[in-house]
């Protein structure tokens, strides 16, 4: 028996394992995209590539507005959907959906986004042969990195210095 509410809000791509995940892991009316890849990386790291695929494309469907122009956080959702796609061998899929991530995740404010988009799109390349690209990405990727001393606040985007010799002395 499918859930109704889920049902209707991704006609055609929900089963009943789905809805069991989904209320497993806490997702409930009003599931965003961020759940959708929790939820997403539960079910690939316990091998169900198909259902991570799903969850992958769900959350990049909540993260686009009905205007067709995705935000930035839907970053995220190629993110997964890259991994995934490239887990199962997919390899042009996977490289347009990594190069997605990275053009969505130069737009958020929170550069450890940008570091695993990267990152990801490195091991896709790497899959694909291309080396150079491979360690053109991770050297980005290590650029992008924020300074370990420096937070951030992801709703403003100001950087303060962390006080870590109080913290360390």
Known sequence: QVDGEIATEFPGVVDARAVADHQAFGCGRGSD?????TLAQAQRAQGRLGAALRSCQQGLALATPMSGAALPVAGMAHIGLAEVLRERGELDAALEHAT????????????QWLATSLANLAWVRQARSDQAGALAAIDEAAQAVP??????????????KAPFEAINP
């Not at 995209?33 to 890849?37: L, S, V």
């Open 33 to 37: 995209h961020r759940e959708r890849t």
């Open 100 to 111: 997605q991530a990275v053009a969505l995740c130069r737009q958020l404010a929170y550069g």
């Open 147 to 160: 300074d370990p001393e420096v937070i951030v606040d992801l709703f403003t985007g100001e950087h303060y």
